[in-house]
């Protein structure tokens, strides 16, 4: 058993059951931004019994004791990071695929001025096509 992992659920006030470690173990150390259903899938595959009650419960647990963060990218679908501090998101238009997008790469205007508002946290999300990657070059 992951005991690092196990260290970390308890850091964050989270008892570490075998199910909630099979989750974490996952969801945590992940970069796909899975929806819950995703999630279920993953670690169905190794804890067939796990249930998509526990899975849900466990993600919410995740989200509230600071473990994970979720977010809603795309209209009704709301996905999982645990990547806390703060970047951008880019969505694929044609895969679907969320890929993080460091913090320095985008510049946005002044949020803190913004009169009649108390900004909490912000992001920006942009969607599009990847590129191919130029020739001779890795990724
Ligand atoms: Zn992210």
Do not use: C
Request: aromatic fraction near 6%; hydrophobic fraction near 40%; charged fraction near 25%.
């Amino acid at each position: 058993m992951d005991t690092a992992l196990a260290h970390r659920l308890r850091t964050a006030g989270v008892q570490p059951s075998a199910q909630r470690l099979a989750v974490a173990s996952y969801v945590l150390d992940t970069l796909e931004h899975p929806s819950a259903d995703q999630v279920l899938e993953r670690v169905q595959a190794e804890l067939p019994m796990l249930s998509r009650a526990t899975v849900y419960n466990t993600l919410h647990l995740f989200v509230r004791q600071g473990l994970l963060r979720q977010l809603v990218l795309a209209e009704g679908k709301v996905v999982y990071d645990p990547r806390l501090e703060p970047h951008h998101h880019f969505i694929d238009d044609q895969t679907g695929r969320i890929e993080d997008v460091p913090w320095q790469a985008v510049k946005v205007g002044d949020v803190g001025t913004l009169r009649g508002y108390e900004i909490r946290e912000y992001m920006v999300v942009m969607r599009g096509r990847r590129l191919p990657a130029p020739r001779g070059k890795k990724k």
